[in-house]
């Protein structure tokens, strides 16, 4: 018999099956598989998960180990490997937590009577849908493919663009019971050693069940210091060329399996305004994109609170200006209106994603009905109110950052909640805190989130700011 404190598999083959029994429950699981055979005139044993192996491999294979002859079987597992299995991803494994990981990951076992190590043949299959474009994550020009939940074929899109020895693919895994599979990807000669090795080091030390919600999951366990600061810490894309374009500047994307997207450290908070369609349009093109996007982030922080405060103060108005004056009475106070609308805003976005496709279009129409007009008629809002309200919902779409946005979207009610108390005051406050939240933050190695800022660095400014031509902005 095996137990927890012995490790290591027994050369019995009917020790190792009964331990097998004891701790894959295959009476009890419908899809934990195992066969009895025949190698060599040994009595064997295959362990496998239903669903997850190549049926026509293994039927190969099976044929294969069945037609060896007594006479032609060798002494040992090593022997066996090198000269009776034609099969490329073959590995031994004497120890159980090593044998069980690759079981349930899908890897078929062979146990055979009086070896003393598991021959361990990787013939999985995963479920997997086509690598299309994300939907989230469209550029006008480039590739159209993404990102998938299968870790494999992500390493695989990263690999097909950059063919360089120095690439690393480095698999590790988190998780007790989950024993989710992580990968890092980057270049060798080009990484923060120092940085990769506090990565290693803190994923190795995660001490939970199991990576529940994956690559959320991952981000809190290495970023485990103040959670307050609402300015995201990674970045995430579910573009290969986006990842492949950040693993040649010296980042380190990490991919988590069953997680559709890569993310990106460290990150400063030029490194979430970059986007794709910055680099696949002309040197003027993307700076000019690039710029907008900046200067629009700017408004939908600035637009309401700025309203808010000019219709406290009506004498700062010029007179060519007059016209953003309301024209109707305002029933409700004009901060509970700002705030009503983030909030009905945030309830549409979370009504359409759970409205099925059949119904979005009519749904839509009867919102803007209802939400646009009806509300105003009605005397709970002033057309003002919706119009500048409008404009922030649409322009957030602007950059594909999520977590951009509601940091943005925090910071401007924190602007209104203070601006309606305390005026021209908290106003300037609230800027302020913005500044602070920024300046003060820190990137995941450690750096200032505001570089090439803080510390500045002219040339690096000028990369951030403009899109340069390939030769201006290599090295």
Same mark, same amino acid.
């Given at each position: 018999?095996?137990?927890?404190?012995?490790?290591?598999?027994?050369?019995?083959?009917?020790?190792?099956?009964?331990?097998?029994? #004891?701790?894959?429950?295959?009476?009890?699981?419908?899809?934990?598989?195992?066969?009895? !055979? $025949?190698?060599?005139?040994?009595?064997?044993?295959?362990? %496998?998960?239903?669903?997850?192996?190549?049926? #026509?491999?293994?039927?190969?294979?099976?044929?294969?180990?069945?037609?060896?002859?007594?006479?032609?079987?060798?002494?040992?597992?090593?022997?066996?490997?090198?000269?009776?299995?034609? =099969?490329?991803?073959?590995?031994?494994?004497?120890?159980?937590?090593?044998? /069980?990981?690759?079981?349930?990951?899908?890897?078929?076992?062979?146990? !055979? #009577?009086?070896?003393?190590?598991?021959?361990?043949?990787?013939?999985?299959?995963?479920?997997?849908?086509?690598?299309?474009?994300?939907?989230?994550?469209?550029?006008?020009?480039?590739?159209?493919?993404?990102?998938?939940?299968?870790?494999? %074929?992500?390493?695989?899109?990263?690999?097909?663009?950059?063919?360089?020895?120095?690439?690393?693919?480095?698999?590790?895994?988190?998780?007790?019971?989950?024993?989710?599979?992580?990968?890092?990807?980057?270049?060798?000669?080009?990484?923060?050693? $120092?940085?990769?090795?506090?990565?290693?080091?803190?994923?190795?030390?995660?001490?939970?069940?199991?990576?529940?919600?994956?690559?959320?999951?991952?981000?809190?366990?290495?970023?485990?210091?103040?959670?307050?600061?609402?300015?995201?810490?990674?970045?995430?894309?579910?573009?290969?060329?986006?990842?492949?374009?950040?693993?040649?500047?010296?980042?380190?994307?990490?991919?988590?399996?069953?997680?559709?997207?890569?993310?990106?450290?460290?990150?400063?908070?030029?490194? @979430?305004?970059?986007?794709?369609?910055?680099?696949?349009?002309?040197?003027?093109?993307?700076?000019?994109?690039?710029?907008?996007?900046?200067?629009?982030?700017?408004?939908? +922080?600035?637009?309401?609170?700025?309203?808010?405060?000019?219709?406290?103060?009506?004498?700062? !108005?010029?007179?060519?200006?007059?016209?953003?004056?309301?024209?109707?009475?305002?029933?409700?106070?004009?901060?509970?209106?700002?705030?009503?609308?983030?909030?009905?805003?945030?309830?549409?976005?979370?009504?359409?994603?759970?409205?099925?496709?059949?119904?979005?279009?009519?749904?839509?129409?009867?919102?803007?009905?209802?939400?646009?007009?009806?509300?105003?008629?009605?005397?709970? /809002?002033?057309? &003002?109110?919706?119009?500048?309200?409008?404009?922030?919902?649409?322009?957030? +779409?602007?950059?594909?950052?999520? &977590?951009?946005? +509601?940091?943005?979207?925090?910071?401007?009610? !924190?602007?209104?909640?203070?601006?309606?108390?305390?005026?021209?005051?908290?106003?300037?406050?609230? @800027?302020?805190?913005?500044?602070?939240?920024?300046?003060?933050?820190?990137?995941?190695?450690?750096?200032?989130?505001? =570089?090439?800022?803080?510390?500045?660095?002219?040339?690096?400014?000028?990369?951030?700011?403009?899109?340069?031509?390939?030769?201006?902005?290599?090295?």
């Amino acid at each position: 018999m095996q137990s927890d404190n012995n490790n290591i598999i027994s050369t019995s083959l009917q020790d190792n099956m009964r331990y097998l029994s #004891e701790r894959l429950k295959p009476d009890t699981n419908f899809d934990v598989v195992y066969r009895v !055979i $025949e190698v060599g005139g040994r009595q064997a044993c295959i362990y %496998f998960i239903d669903g997850f192996c190549k049926d #026509e491999l293994m039927q190969k294979l099976l044929q294969y180990f069945i037609d060896i002859k007594p006479e032609e079987m060798p002494e040992n597992a090593h022997e066996m490997v090198k000269k009776s299995a034609p =099969y490329v991803e073959i590995d031994l494994k004497d120890k159980w937590d090593d044998i /069980f990981y690759n079981i349930l990951s899908g890897v078929f076992a062979l146990f !055979i #009577e009086g070896y003393d190590r598991c021959v361990l043949v990787d013939s999985r299959t995963y479920p997997a849908r086509g690598v299309s474009e994300p939907e989230k994550d469209k550029t006008l020009r480039g590739s159209k493919d993404g990102f998938v939940e299968t870790v494999v %074929f992500n390493t695989a899109l990263i690999r097909r663009r950059i063919r360089s020895t120095e690439l690393r693919m480095e698999m590790m895994n988190a998780g007790k019971s989950s024993r989710t599979d992580i990968v890092l990807c980057y270049m060798d000669n080009r990484v923060d050693h $120092e940085f990769l090795n506090k990565i290693k080091k803190r994923i190795s030390e995660i001490k939970v069940d199991a990576l529940t919600m994956n690559q959320e999951s991952l981000a809190e366990c290495l970023y485990q210091r103040s959670w307050f600061n609402p300015f995201p810490k990674f970045k995430y894309t579910e573009r290969p060329d986006t990842a492949a374009a950040q693993i040649l500047e010296g980042d380190v994307i990490i991919l988590v399996d069953n997680s559709p997207s890569a993310m990106i450290v460290p990150t400063s908070i030029f490194d @979430i305004l970059e986007e794709a369609d910055d680099y696949y349009f002309p040197p003027v093109t993307g700076t000019y994109l690039r710029l907008s996007r900046l200067l629009i982030g700017i408004m939908t +922080y600035l637009l309401t609170p700025t309203y808010l405060l000019l219709m406290q103060r009506p004498e700062w !108005i010029p007179e060519s200006f007059q016209f953003i004056m309301l024209k109707e009475p305002c029933n409700i106070p004009l901060i509970m209106q700002f705030l009503l609308l983030e909030l009905a805003i945030d309830g549409l976005k979370l009504a359409a994603i759970n409205t099925p496709n059949m119904l979005s279009t009519p749904l839509s129409v009867m919102a803007a009905l209802v939400l646009g007009e009806f509300s105003v008629n009605s005397g709970w /809002f002033n057309s &003002e109110v919706m119009l500048y309200m409008a404009f922030v919902a649409i322009a957030n +779409y602007t950059q594909q950052s999520y &977590e951009l946005g +509601y940091a943005l979207k925090f910071m401007r009610i !924190i602007n209104l909640i203070l601006t309606a108390i305390f005026g021209v005051y908290g106003y300037v406050a609230a @800027i302020l805190i913005l500044i602070f939240s920024i300046v003060f933050n820190k990137t995941l190695s450690g750096r200032s989130y505001v =570089y090439p800022i803080f510390p500045f660095n002219l040339r690096q400014v000028a990369k951030r700011f403009l899109r340069l031509r390939l030769p201006e902005s290599k090295n």
